[in-house]
């Protein structure tokens, strides 16, 4: 499943990805914290789909746009 920069408020159209919580190639589960966002008012813990490995193709410190493809959990 895809990792994708998630919408964090109506006028928001770009986030800062400020942390991964998980390695890359990393075992997760359903409902764990995967990575943090920051907008404008706040930063917010993204937790992975489903489980599986993670593969990070962004790294922290980017600034994306909304829908912005991070990772995966395959």
Known sequence: MEL???QSGDAVTEVQLVEWHVA???EVKEGDVVY???SEKAVID???PAAG???IIEQAGA???IGHLVGSVA
């Open 4 to 6: 994708r920069i998630p």
């Open 24 to 26: 890359d190639g990393a």
């Open 36 to 38: 943090s966002i920051e």
């Open 46 to 48: 993204i937790e992975a």
């Open 53 to 55: 490995k993670v593969k």
């Open 63 to 65: 600034f994306l746009a």
